[in-house]
């Protein structure tokens, strides 16, 4: 730990790349441990097939009652770690934000500098005339959200399965990461392309990893701990 907070105080140009673990002490369950979302079925259907484009085109309703049910959690709030990279940010430390989630709690906890690699389910759009609508209108509407402007299918603005992340936040991401000193690589398996290709754009000093698990990063790690990250940056 110690030299995890050598390495921070030396360095000037920090980007966080962050997974599903970042967001588990918000009280949002991650998606590939062993009890995590992804080791269940539902309903005959993996999570993944749900969560795909094709199934949303085709069974939006069923859908609807997935992501309900088991994508949104709106009372959650940032934890010790979204709180810390905030502090960073002031301190003009930490140039970017890099995140897999779609829970917007880097936002919430009033990060600018945020690559939201899959979207964020607080944006929702109108696949016909893309009006825009809170997260509010989701959790308040039952079976399929329709638009108010044109009666419309409202879609979250969510990477699902099948589509390709937004382009220019890819850029973005990448030229960040390629300008790092340092790359913390967090709570994240590295599983999910083309965001754990991200990291192979790093070339700066000090790569660290913080993740429970093993990840494809280990080998090129200087620093690696395995330890709860809420934990981590509490003690910060």
């Not at 970017?96 to 709690?105: K, S």
């Not at 899959?118 to 893309?130: I, K, L, S």
């Not at 990477?159 to 220019?168: A, M, Q, R, T």
Request: hydrophobic share 40%; proline share 4%; net charge negative.
């Amino acid at each position: 730990m110690d030299r995890l907070w050598e390495i921070i105080e030396r360095s000037r140009r920090i980007v966080f790349f962050g997974g599903a673990g970042v967001s588990t002490a918000s009280g949002i369950p991650d998606f590939r441990s062993d009890d995590g979302l992804y080791s269940k079925e539902f309903g005959g259907r993996s999570p993944e097939d749900i969560l795909s484009a094709t199934f949303f085109a085709l069974h939006t309703k069923e859908f609807y009652d997935f992501y309900r049910f088991r994508m949104l959690y709106p009372d959650a709030r940032p934890a010790a770690v979204h709180r810390y990279l905030f502090r960073l940010e002031q301190e003009d430390k930490l140039r970017g934000i890099v995140t897999q989630n779609i829970d917007g709690l880097h936002k919430m906890a009033g990060n600018k500098r945020v690559y939201e690699l899959h979207g964020n389910v607080h944006e929702n759009y109108c696949v016909d005339c893309e009006a825009s609508y809170p997260l509010e209108k989701i959790l308040e509407s039952e079976g399929v959200p329709r638009c108010d402007r044109c009666g419309g299918i409202i879609k979250p603005w969510v990477v699902l399965y099948g589509e390709i992340p937004d382009k220019y936040t890819m850029i973005g991401a990448t030229r960040e990461i390629t300008g790092a000193d340092t790359l913390i690589v967090a709570g994240t398996s590295l599983a999910v392309e083309p965001a754990a290709s991200l990291i192979d754009n790093f070339s700066g000093r000090h790569l660290i990893v913080i993740n429970k698990e093993a990840t494809p990063a280990d080998e090129r790690a200087e620093l690696i701990i395995r330890e709860d990250i809420d934990k981590v940056f509490k003690e910060a």
